[in-house]
């Protein structure tokens, strides 16, 4: 199977890589693969593959806040142009999205069918990505995730292991709640779904939940450290950009197909301890 993965150099892109590599994989990314360029779309008919994993975003979700134009042109527009390139191939598109087009005023969570309401511009430029690619292709497949982390690119569960080796205390948001998503997993997941017939909207997440401080704590349990993990607010956190204060994911659709992600906490002891382990190398 011929499968062509945008944004192959980034977090989800590389982990993409090692689960499909029984496959021929195209790989587009920065800088000869710009979603700001309408030349993208001709760059995915060309290539003719069967299947087209929509990875690439722009995903800084506060400095959205500050270039709200820029995050449309790449999660909207960008994403336009790849639909119209797949569909020009007639190959199969997976889209990438996430859990910030909700707006956390649930308790409970959220199926795929729930209401969408994002509050920050990072979750508007994503739910119009995911509205253009299956009004260009309802046989397309939207994924929602979240809170993912990875070995390659920044992340949260990165970031809290170097600070937890580098600060005598770490302060962590405790009134927002969510599911870590490993992107190994994810990749995984994906490399699964592509041997089933799905459509539509997914919710692929990590089992379970937990708060960022929560989740901070667990990494820093898992690195057999001290550092001592002090809870604080949204606000006091003082981030530019709203988020959701819950935006747990139910992924009953996968479930469906037989397709289950591992429990968040599980996946993350394993990455924190290789992770130590190449920091220790």
């Known amino acids: 199977m011929r499968i062509l993965i945008t944004g192959a150099n980034g977090q989800l892109g590389c982990d ?8 021929e994989l195209i790989l587009m990314d920065l800088p000869t693969f710009d979603l700001i360029k309408s030349s993208c779309e001709e760059q ?7 299947v087209v994993i929509h990875a690439a975003a722009y995903t800084d ?37 996430t859990d910030y087009v909700f707006d956390g005023l649930k308790r409970t969570p959220y199926l795929e069918s729930d209401l969408l309401n994002p509050l920050n511009v990072y979750g508007k430029s994503k739910l119009e990505g995911e509205r253009r690619v299956l009004d260009l292709s309802p046989d397309s497949l939207v994924v929602r995730t979240s809170w993912l982390y990875g070995a390659h690119g920044k992340n949260f569960v990165k970031t809290m292991i170097r600070l ?3 600060q005598p205390d770490l302060r962590v948001v405790a009134d927002q709640r ?11 997941a ?5 041997r089933v017939d799905i459509r539509g909207i997914v919710h692929a997440a990590g089992t379970g939940d937990c708060t960022w401080y929560e989740l901070a704590s667990a990494i820093v349990s898992a690195m057999g450290r001290q550092t001592p993990v002090h809870p604080i607010t949204t606000a006091e956190a003082g981030r530019r950009a709203a988020r959701p204060s819950y935006s747990v994911l139910a992924n009953c659709v996968l479930k469906q197909s037989g397709i289950i992600l591992p429990y ?4 993350l002891i394993q990455f924190v301890k290789s992770a130590a382990a190449s920091t220790a190398e």
Do not use: F
């Open 61 to 97: 979700v506060d400095g959205a806040e500050h270039q709200p134009d820029l995050a449309m042109a790449v999660n909207a527009q960008g994403t336009e142009w790849v639909a119209q390139g797949a569909a020009r191939a007639k190959a199969r598109l997976i889209y990438i999205s």
């Open 16 to 23: 993409l890589q090692r689960a499909l590599e029984s496959h």
């Open 178 to 188: 969510g599911c870590p998503t490993n992107a190994v997993d994810l990749a995984q």
């Open 264 to 267: 968040w906490r599980d996946s």
């Open 164 to 166: 937890a080796m580098e």
């Open 44 to 50: 995915v008919a060309s290539a003719q593959p069967d």
């Open 190 to 194: 994906l490399a699964q779904m592509l």
